[in-house]
């Protein structure tokens, strides 16, 4: 697999998204993480994706536990500033004074001395991006991280951030139904020289065609209360997904493999990280960066996406609050 650059960063081109491993999209399945956590190394994906939060500690205990012996094999991203009160209530926190006891928690239950991206996982409305991001700054002085990021950010946060401390990458949501960072955010990492991971690269599975019926979401999968996966919303999106794998298939590639050769096609310093648990995806999502798009073809894709064509936000009314937009 071929590398990118996330500002001074590199990683592999395709990097491997940990969340399902342990929450949101099914039923989780250990075995079936460990063989596919292995088998991404064993084929060249060098960047993992993780978070406190994914699983309450799990996702990481998995990664710490699973490839702790090859921890020199891989760029090792996490996250904190999600937050599960004992009531069950989601809640943010980029409060300066608890970022170093966050980032011990990772480090233990990654089983590692060194975080290689530390992301704020959302912006704390109640506390300055400043000292957030001063407190993340000192961690990097004290060798326990080796470089920031941010997550769902906008740009005027992002540049007061990166005015106290550079800012290797932004993560945000971004695929052919979600363009929303193509107008502030994307130009803004361009102009600093910040790089790009695109989050549910493939939709959260919609783009790969495995969606077929809102009804076949089980009850406490997160995308049966996502706007864009319910009733209307979806016979209307899932029509355009039905030519968008046509147009796959005439390709020779598989929605999914479309969908992430379109983001690295979109320019340098980008580095998606399509999410799965099972090592037969892995492989065929793996393989789309190999896929070549012409012109022609970026064009199409941009037509049958066109902004109007999706229907439906991304995120639930109380979690769509917490994203800092431009
Ligand atoms: N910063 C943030 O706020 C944020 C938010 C969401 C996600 N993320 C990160 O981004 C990563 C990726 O995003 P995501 O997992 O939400 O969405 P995604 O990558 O767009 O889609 C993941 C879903 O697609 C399925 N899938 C993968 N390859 C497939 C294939 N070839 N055919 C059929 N289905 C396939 C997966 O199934 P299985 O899981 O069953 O294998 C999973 O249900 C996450 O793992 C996480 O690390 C970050």
Sequence with gaps: MRNVKLGELSVSALGLGCMSMSQAYGPPDAQESERTLHRALDIGVTFL????????????????????????????????????????????????????????????????????????????????????????????????VRHLGLSEISSKTLRKAHAVHPITAVQSEYSLWTRDPES?????????????VPFSPLGRA???????????????????????FMGENFTRNYAVVQKFLKFAERKGASGAQISLAWLLAQGDGIAPIPGTKHVNFLEEDMAGVDVELNDKDLKFLDELFAIDNIVGHRYPAALQQSIDSD
């Design 49 to 144: 994706d993780t978070a406190n939060a994914y699983g309450v500690g799990h996702n990481e205990e998995l990664i710490g536990r699973v490839l702790s012996s090859r921890r020199d094999e891989f760029v090792l991203a996490t996250k904190f500033g999600i937050v599960k009160h004992p009531d069950g209530k989601r809640g943010i926190d980029g409060r300066p004074e608890f970022v170093a006891e966050r980032c011990e928690e990772s480090l233990r239950r990654l089983n590692t001395d060194v975080i290689d991206l530390y992301y704020l996982h959302r912006l704390d409305p109640n506390v300055p991006i400043e000292e957030t991001v001063g407190a993340m700054g000192r961690l990097v002085e004290a060798g326990k």
């Design 184 to 196: 502030h955010v994307l130009p803004t990492c361009r102009e600093l020289g910040i790089g790009f």
């Design 206 to 228: 919609m783009l790969t065609g495995a969606i077929t019926n809102d009804d076949s979401l089980s009850k406490d999968d997160l995308r049966a209360n996502m706007p864009r």
